[in-house]
């Protein structure tokens, strides 16, 4: 059986990443599906995503070294890692090094996973709201799937969002004119 089609522990594997992270000072954030659950907008997902300081890229290599993790990719941007052994989840990083993103890790904050759950640090809803606007600029393809992740944080929130900020995040990926369009839809479903 193919080590993605097996069932993974998410919360095992993030119980164990939050607290050897905090333990050595790596500064992160649960961004991608596992983050939206958190946030109240549950979807499916096949790896856990987090937001980590570029800084601290060596020190989270020791960590997911220790845990038994590879990198399977690496670019200025990116890793991911693979785990060969179920039910550890496959964990991919996002480098936060721009102020916008380390911005972001900033204004996370601990969160639980679940009745009784550890809490770990989770991005705010409109800085996860950011991610996926890159992401749909960075590839057209998913933009479906994004937006229907952006609405579900917009459904969830609602009057709590700082609108400003969004804003922000659209206008950054000249996407000004969609931001008017989803904030059309979302008023008028409310």
């Not at 992160?28 to 599906?33: H, K």
């Not at 904050?109 to 600029?137: C, N, T």
């Amino acid at each position: 059986m193919d080590a993605r089609n097996r069932a993974m522990d998410f919360t095992g594997t993030l119980r164990a990443l939050a607290d050897e992270f905090e333990a050595g000072g790596v500064r992160y954030a649960l961004a991608g599906g596992v983050a939206l659950s958190a946030l109240g907008a549950a979807r499916a997902t096949k790896d856990i995503d987090l937001l980590v300081d570029r800084r601290d890229l060596p020190a989270a290599d020791d960590v997911m070294e220790r845990l038994g993790y590879k990198i399977a990719f690496r670019s200025e941007n990116f890793s991911q890692y693979q785990h060969a052994e179920a039910p550890a989840a496959y964990v991919d990083f996002q480098h936060a090094f721009r102020a916008v993103s380390l911005g972001m890790l900033g204004r996370a904050v601990p969160r639980p996973l679940g009745a009784g759950a550890r809490p770990v640090r989770v991005l705010q809803p409109e800085d996860l709201i950011g991610l996926k606007v890159q992401a749909m600029a960075n590839n057209p393809d998913r933009r479906r799937k994004d937006e229907a992740d952006i609405e579900a944080l917009m459904e969830f929130h609602r009057s709590r969002l700082d609108w400003g900020r969004i804003a922000e995040y659209f206008e950054l990926f000249g996407k000004g004119a969609e931001l008017d369009e989803l904030r059309r839809r979302f008023e008028h479903a409310q």
